[in-house]
């Protein structure tokens, strides 16, 4: 079944700094990748998504790049605000069901 | 829309009790999915149902836990003679299912079941 990982655990960065998540899968057949954000004590909302016949997606201060060859995906977010500070999962998903990544812990300090 | 709704927010159970978490998915969604989040960990995987059907069950444990979508009403997950390790917060999403699982899934507010 499909497999992935994700890193770092945690990340912390400054007001105004890049982020970037990294991901990693291993099923070849998994074709839809999306990124979801999870504030304390709520649900996972979905924030960007892409799909195996596209290489980057960007959405204002967001972006996910694929590379389908290596099988990793990567979330990027720019110009961070301390409201972006949450914890991120990456997910892959074939035909049947959503596979996650352990999160990432991204706090952003004023 | 209203969303995936989830009820009851909060559950507590004694040990040995039994749970009943129910999802109603978001309107024309028939793919419904659990998810288990213990604290300060990612979500693990449980079940995939469509309707009156159980696609995949690969992450539900053999024994006291079980899940159905009927026909009619929510998606129901059982979990009977709850142990203090069940307690967690158990997620659905639900999506429109299409080409497999490839459309967005949403999630909703989750219930948090304590066991005591």
Redesign the interface.
């Known amino acids: 079944g499909e497999n992935v990982e994700q890193h770092p655990s945690t990340l912390s960065v400054q007001e105004g700094d890049s982020a970037v998540i990294k991901c990693t899968y291993s099923d070849s057949a998994s074709n839809y990748f999306p990124w979801y954000k999870q504030e304390l004590g709520k649900r996972p909302q979905l924030i960007i998504d892409i799909r195996s016949n596209v290489g980057e997606k960007k959405d204002q201060r967001i972006a996910v790049t694929l590379n389908k060859t290596a099988k990793h995906f990567s979330l990027h977010i720019t110009e961070t605000q301390p409201e972006d500070s949450a914890v991120y999962f990456c997910a892959a998903s074939g035909f049947q069901k959503l596979v996650f990544g352990t999160g990432t812990r991204l706090l952003v300090s004023p | 829309n209203a969303g995936v709704m989830q009820n009851p927010r909060h559950l507590v159970r004694r040990r040995g009790q039994e749970a009943r978490l129910r999802c109603s998915p978001m309107k024309g969604h028939s793919h419904v ?1 659990w ?1 288990r989040q213990l604290p300060e ?5 449980m079940v ?1 149902l469509q309707k009156e059907n159980i ?2 069950e ?1 992450g539900m444990p053999k024994e006291r836990f079980s899940a159905e979508f009927p026909k009619e009403g929510p998606s129901i997950l059982r979990i009977q003679q709850v142990v203090r390790g069940d307690s967690a917060a158990y ?1 659905c ?1 639900s999506s429109s299912g299409g ?12 219930t948090r079941l304590t066991v005591v």
């Open positions: 999915y998810y960990e990612g979500l693990k995987f995939y696609i995949d690969s997620f999403a080409n497999g699982a490839n459309t967005e899934a949403f999630f909703g507010q989750g």
